[in-house]
C-alpha cells in the first residue's frame, strides 16, 4: 500500500463494537415515545449514522421535534450504559500499537460523542495512541459530510494526500470521497465486501496494519 503520514479511524464496528449498548439506548427512547421495540438486527445497521437519521429510518417520523426527543432519550440513556456495554475490538487493540511503532500519526472521526469515545479509550489504555478525536458534537454536519475528516486533519497538520480513512460503512466511503482521501474499509461490521466496490479492503485491522508496515 501506500505510505500514508497519517491515518483517519471511525470507531463503531471500526475500533469497537457498541451494539448491545446502542441497541438498549434505541430502544429505550421508542418505548419512552411509545413506540414497539426493534430488534437488534435492524439498530445494529443504524450504527454510524446520525441519531436523527437513525429514527427516521426506525420509525419513519419526519416532525424534527419527535425526533430531537427521541435523540435526548437515546443519549440520556447513552450516559448510563455506553461506556460499560462498549467493547474494544480484537483487531483494533492488537493493531493500532503496531501502527504506532510504525510511526503514524493517528486520529478518529465519528458521528459518536467524544466525551465516551474518549472514556472508552482511556478504560482500554488506548487513549495515548490518537492526537486527535472528533465527535458528532464538534461538526456542525455529519458524516459524510467532510467537515469532521477535514478538522482532524487540520488538527494532525495533514493534507487530504497523506492521509487514509479507515472504516467499516459505505457512510465512512463515501465520507473519505468527500474529503478527497483516500479508503480503506475493514469488514468487522454488518457491511458486506460488496459494498465497497473500488476500495482496499480488509478482513480486520491487523491485516490492515499489515499491509502499511
Known sequence: MKRYKGLLFDFDYTLADSSAGVAVCINHALANMGFAPVEKSRTDRTIGLSLAETFRELTGI??????QRLATLFLEKADEVMVDMTVMLSGAVNAIPKL?????SMGIVSTKRRRPIIEILQRDNMD???TVIVGGGEVHMPKPNPE???MALKSMGLTPGTALYV????T???TARNGELD???VLTGVTEKEAFAGAVVFKNLEELADALG
Open 148 to 150: 469532521g475528516v477535514r
Open 100 to 104: 504506532a511503532e510504525l510511526g503514524y
Open 172 to 174: 465512512d466511503a463515501v
Open 183 to 185: 479508503f480503506a474499509a
Open 62 to 67: 419526519a416532525e424534527d421535534a419527535q425526533v
Open 167 to 170: 472504516g467499516d460503512s459505505r
Open 128 to 130: 495515548r495512541y490518537f
